[in-house]
């Protein structure tokens, strides 16, 4: 059997004495997607941060391609493989659209490795794959802070994807999307999971029925269910879990 | 359009400054040659404040240590051999101390000023920005760091010369420091080093490394999460800052042959960081010219009310971060945008949009 790419171990995390996540367990394979569900303030934004290294469990551990990866820097981490974009937009506002891209997707980060002019072909190419994808070629050499809300989601999509992890954390891609543009992010996202997985975070039915993927129910910082979206939809546990928001998962 | 104007600006203050000599009396020149001095160490605190976003209020620390070696082998350049400074003397101390002999060899003496304030800078700057403390902490970090040094040179006088500093100078490499002759070679030397720091500037703003640097600024924990580590490159910036600094000070120390704490202290540290703001932060040819305008202003308030430079600068400082926040370097945008306010409140939104056309053509 193949190995997972990632293991979240039986993790919690401890804020104050309240476990925003108590016991967490998800296994990610290579080239997969998965959806990351639940009602507010379930763990879901914790488990990302947990894993990119911006909070530190209190037990349990993360594993990554086989290495333990628990107590790394955060910088480590990402050039180990993995990278995230974030809910609140951040893009490096007085860079070009293309800057933004290079720096993101430069494989030698070290500091005293930085003092060379140009960029190396294979980052050139990826980068102008992206730019293609994204629809920001036009906007290759506006200052990303210029771009309209739109635009910079797109682009910070462009950034992860461009840094050429193998897992990429997505927290609420879709948000503050057009349908059109929410369509168009998932068929980015399906497409590039031939070669990346892909863990999404999101709240709209819509989007995460078009990821076509398996997905995974968070509440109060534990798994809840796995499955695929029409099981979940079923299931009577996660039906109340949403009490009083069925809606919100039955949109679809 | 605007590459072509900041490269005719470059050309047209470097020509300024090449003829100088023919267009200043002795006095005025030698007034520019130290502001231009201070220039150099302005360039890095752009490098450090405005491009790293790291605001430092100790950058006299890094100064101080420039000049005061280079003027401890001017000291110890002026005496005959066996002596010793006169202030060690009255302390009562018998011997030299190992760790000024060393500086009496002028090779030694040239690369102590260039690697002890780098150094110096790095090692402050690996612990804080490994600690992730950044911001005021920072900044309170490196005012308590300036005024420490001046107390502490005021303190060792023996050997320090304390509250006076060094002087008494007479001769660097073997040629007189009053000779004029040196002291237009000075100016050259000064010229020529501050043009290699503003190419440095410009070279290092077109690397990978450079735009790192805006990046950590505008969002340090982006650039993180993309796989930089930000305390690296805020080390590396700052040591460049404190590099800067050090030749600026050694430099500072041949023109005016004189170095006392009273110049590297919490006060003078605060008065570089209000040039770089009025030249504007974050453009290299702004802080040069906010250096010099800063500076002849002290000259020439200070010589007709000694009392009010204080203030001057004070209200200086004031109306800069108000008006004009990207200082000097600001004006040539800003004049669009007044510009286009004046027409709003003119009511004439057509003729703004017809205008903006027009200038977005351009």
Redesign the interface.
Known sequence: MQSPLLSVENVTVSFDGFNALDGMSLHLMPTSIRVLIGPNGAGKSTLLDTI?G?VRPASGRVVFKGEDITDL???KI??RGI??K?QAP??????SVE?NL???A?PR????R????G?ASQVRARVERVLERTGLKEKRKSLAGQLSHGQKQWLEIG?VVS?DADLLLLDEPAAGMSLDESAQTAELIRSLSSDHSFLVIDHDMTFVEQLDAPVSVMHMGRMLKEGSLNEIQRDPQVISVYLGREKEVAVA | MKKWLSLSLDIALLAALVAAPLYLSAYHLSLLGRFLAMAILSLGLCLVWGWSGILSLGQGVFWGLGAYILAMHLKLAALAPGDMPDFMMWSGLDHLPGWWTIFRHPAVALLGVLIVPTIAAAGLAWLVFNRRVSGVHFALITQALALAFATLLVSEQAYTGGFNGLTDFTTLFGRYIVDPSFQRSLYWITVVALTAAYLFCRWIS????G??L??I???ES????????PA??K??AFAIGGAFAGISGALYVLHVGVISPAMVGVVPSIEMVVAVAVGGRDSFIGVILGTLLVNFGKDWISSAMPEMWQFGIGLLFILVVTLLPKGLAGIPELRGQIAARFRRSAGAPALEAQTLAITQKN
Request: glycine share 10%.
């Open positions: 990119i911006n820097n955060e910088y990402v050039r990278c995230r974030f951040g893009t490096l506002e007085n860079l800057d290079n720096l993101a430069r980060r070290e500091s005293w930085s003092f060379g002019v960029i950034m840094s | 077109h690397t990978n490394f735009k790192i805006l990046a600024r505008d969002g982006r650039t993180r999460f993309l796989g930089y580590n690296g490159y080390m590396i």
